[in-house]
């Protein structure tokens, strides 16, 4: 098959829905939302922290942060493979190949990632935003929810970006999914495979709708911004 037979192939594929490719795209959107979300709730605070606290070890946190955003993934899939298999102290809760594995591991891989935006972000912000909320009698923390509620639309960036890299990961959801057909088979999971077997186009299908749902991320977040706006 050659390369233009493979495309209008893929094209085929997604036209007409095809489970596997429809399957793929919903495990990995399921997986990255609630990874992403579960991030911005760990990462948004540790970042604000960071930026607006100073604390005994503070520099070495922020180092230790922005250090694990370069972490590869295969490192974080080794790590919590090892917690989760039946061996491991966590072997427990038969975790190992689920979904819920593969957003504990894509949480932990993000949280540093969002921390770091997050701390960019707040820390080249206007002080002003938060001395003037407590001159009109704002407490410390009112004056904090009035400086995240400025930065809102960064903040609605730098869930994206999260996300963004989430819904492409691989290493994490392999090690810990399992690329399980009909369970943990996300898009770049069965990208991967479908290429190792040679259905060229199974695999550039998957891989446009790949880049579909990214772009429908990026559109989705320029659609919001100026709603974002007061």
């Known amino acids: ?65 922005k250090t694990l955003t370069a972490m590869p993934t295969v490192v974080v899939g080794l790590v919590l493979y090892a917690l989760f298999s039946r061996s491991g102290p966590l072997g427990v809760f038969e975790l190992l190949y689920t979904p819920a594995a593969m957003i504990v591991g894509q949480t932990f891989l993000v949280v540093p990632l969002v921390a770091a935006l997050t701390l960019t972000l707040v820390g080249e912000a206007d002080p002003r935003i938060e001395a003037t909320a407590q001159t009109l009698g704002a407490s410390r923390w009112q004056a904090l929810a009035t400086l995240l509620y400025e930065l809102r639309y960064g903040l609605v960036g730098v869930t994206v970006a999260a996300f963004g890299r989430l819904v492409s990961e691989l290493g994490v959801a ?22 190792s077997k040679g259905d060229f186009a199974l695999a550039f299908a998957l891989g446009l709708l790949l880049l579909l749902l990214a772009l429908g991320v990026n559109l989705v977040a320029w659609w919001a911004s100026p709603k974002l706006l007061p």
Do not use: K
């Open 174 to 195: 392999l090690m810990l999914g399992g690329n399980i057909r009909g369970v943990t088979r996300t898009l770049t999971t069965a990208i991967a495979l479908e290429t």
């Open 1 to 65: 098959m050659s390369l233009a037979q493979a495309l209008a192939a893929a094209v085929d594929l997604l036209w007409s829905c095809d489970p596997q490719v429809m399957h793929a795209a919903w495990v990995s959107v399921y997986v990255a939302l609630s990874a992403t979300g579960l991030a911005t709730l760990a990462g948004v605070p540790l970042g604000v922290l960071l930026a607006r606290r100073q604390f005994p070890g503070r520099n070495a946190a922020e180092i230790g942060v």
